[in-house]
């Protein structure tokens, strides 16, 4: 508080940054130690396994994403050269359909 008022306003937010920083990194020591005395390893627990890089791909979602964006931007011109506005509201209605269609049938 006492180096806030010496420096001024200027330095408030680099102040509250240099608090947050030290106050994160005592909170994680004390945290870590109650960890390691009740046994528990914090270095693999709630870690999901990394996916290889075909596995990232062959995500159903980010595949139907992919198309349902392929889809939609020439069927935007169309609807909007067509239509006009009304179109494009059309296209993306329609293109989110498809894609939340496509990927809730995925989860089941």
Do not use: N
Request: net charge negative; proline share 3%; with cysteine.
């Amino acid at each position: 508080m006492r180096a806030s008022r010496d420096l001024g306003a200027d330095y408030d937010d680099a102040i509250a940054d240099a608090i947050v920083d030290r106050l994160d990194h005592t909170v994680d020591e004390r945290v870590g130690r109650r960890l390691a005395e009740a046994g528990i390893d914090t270095r693999t627990q709630g870690k999901a396994p990394a996916k290889s890089s075909d596995e990232q791909w062959s995500d159903p979602r980010l595949i139907m994403g992919l198309l349902a964006m392929c889809f939609v931007i020439p069927l935007t011109a169309i609807g909007g050269s067509y239509m006009g506005a009304t179109g494009v509201v059309l296209a993306w209605a329609g293109t989110l359909v498809f894609y939340l269609i496509s990927v809730i049938g995925i989860r089941r």
